[in-house]
């Protein structure tokens, strides 16, 4: 019986290994990828005048009123910033700017939007290019600008709407 458990356990030490699970292991490689849209909100100001009418006919002085357009991008996001020629365009005369307000009973009155106090550069259809310095957002600077001289100018109320668009 001893000579039967020796060979029996010498049968299992020698096909043991044979009857073990063998592991095997593959490996592949998981991508992850990723991206950070540009994305853009535009807050647009409204504009109010106060003018009288001796005023706003009498040649030689601009009135100027500062106001802000509030940008908010990603980081970096490079952008086109434009302003249409509003609703009535220079209906006014050109001389007193690219825009123009319109009273109730047809009457203009002529007004400019610039990028700086000294209207030395005007927000146009054509645009003005942005890049996003944060994800802050940023104030950008317009400026309305009304000559006088306008004699056709009478006493009212006037609008006018301009579209701003920004395109990334």
């Known amino acids: 019986m001893k000579r039967i458990a020796a060979v029996a356990a010498l049968v299992l030490v020698t096909i043991a290994p044979a009857l073990a699970v063998t592991t095997h292991k593959k490996t592949a490689t998981l991508t992850v990828k990723g991206s950070v849209a540009s994305t ?6 409204t504009f109010s005048f106060n003018i009288g009418v001796g005023y706003i006919h009498s040649p030689g002085n601009t009135i100027l009123k500062q106001n802000t357009l509030g940008v908010k991008c990603t980081k970096n996001a490079t952008t086109q910033i434009t302003m249409n020629s ?20 047809g009457d203009y009155l002529g007004y400019e939007l610039c990028h700086d106090n000294a209207c030395s550069t005007v927000w146009t ?4 290019n942005y890049v996003s310095p944060s994800d802050h957002g940023s104030s950008l ?28």
């Open 125 to 128: 259809p054509q645009g003005y």
């Open 40 to 45: 853009c909100t535009l807050t647009t100001p």
């Open 141 to 168: 600077p317009v400026w309305t600008r009304i000559i006088t001289g306008q004699s056709k100018a009478k006493q009212g109320s006037y609008a006018d709407s301009v579209t701003v668009t920004i395109s990334f």
């Open 86 to 105: 509003g609703l009535y365009g220079n209906a006014a005369g050109s001389q007193f700017g690219s825009r123009s307000m319109k009273d109730s009973s």
